[in-house]
């Protein structure tokens, strides 16, 4: 119980459930039982947090429990994951299930990654380029000032205008502070309060969720979802409704899920009711129209998965990539503005003396 009560709702990342997901269809592909291939694991895990989680789920497999009640025994697994897990075993594919369970959690830790990594770099580089432009006309400047002073001389009107704003912001640093950290604070508060962080999350989905990017990722864990609820064995409508619960989230998205189900209990194809719902482009309803016909619609959802993960890729590198270059731009820019501002006089003064 103590397992239990240390692992519910804890937070598993989706690389770690990628590996337990493969190390479990290892082992099962090799004929070992699900308490055993437990056991294995958890000799061999020497992390204090991996060994609560396998330990939460040793109950249920020792009363003769499926490994999918292992799972939800834990109390730390996504819900569609035990879902994906239980419909592998009522159809008897476990295997493919866990394989599919793995490349689904791999490819959204691979998009969360180019997604952190998206804003992580322009942020850093906005902070570094603040940072040198509050320097030079904090610091810099003023030193500047005092030798056109003793020269006889003025600064620049616009470089002026930029010292004394320095001179402001050097004053109110400490009410700046203040108020950037409340601001951050009272963010953060928020973010931690559960109902606080689903209307904000809410109203991001609802705003942009169909747009651009953010439209391209719920497309793409959409197809991932649904390329493991059919390589699991569930029927066309079940698969849809799990993976729905998993990509959905805002009203346009959703939507769009509920228009391809109306399609389809009308009589439509699979691929014709994802493209006429704008969940797939022509290009991957062509893909998965040929897969089903050949009776392999979970391989071509399967590749439509993959390819829709990197393509989500390469746009979040598209993306820094021009950001990356216009921040450093416009960073050169101001300093050279700046520093041009006061040596140009400067030198012209200095060429008159001598």
Known sequence: MEYNERTKNKHLSNSYISMLCTEFKMLYNAG??????????????????????????????EDGKPLSAAFQQAGCFPRYMVSMMEAGEQTGHISESLLALSKHYDRQE???????NAVLY????????????????????????????RLGSRLPPFAERLMEFGSWVSGASIVIAIVVGTILCAAFILWLIPQSRVLISGWFRDTWGDKGLLGDIASSRFA??????VASGLDTEKALELASSVSGGSKSVDNKHRRCMELIRAGGTLSD????????????????SIGTRSGMADSALSEIAERSGLAVQDEIDKLIGKVEPTLVIISSVLTGVILLSVMLPLMGIMTALG
């Open 32 to 61: 070992i039982a699900p308490y055993d291939s437990l056991m294995l694991m958890f000799d061999d895990e020497h992390d204090e947090d991996g060994q609560a989680v396998l330990k939460a789920m040793l109950p249920a497999l």
């Open 122 to 149: 322009p942020v850093m580089l906005l902070t570094l380029m603040l940072a040198v432009v509050a320097l030079l006309i904090i610091q810099v400047l003023p030193m500047f000032n005092e030798v056109h002073l």
């Open 273 to 288: 009711s994802m493209f006429e719902a704008g969940i797939f482009s022509a290009r991957n309803s062509r893909m998965l």
């Open 110 to 116: 691979r998009i969360a990654v180019s997604l952190r």
């Open 224 to 229: 991932s979802a649904l390329a493991m609820g």
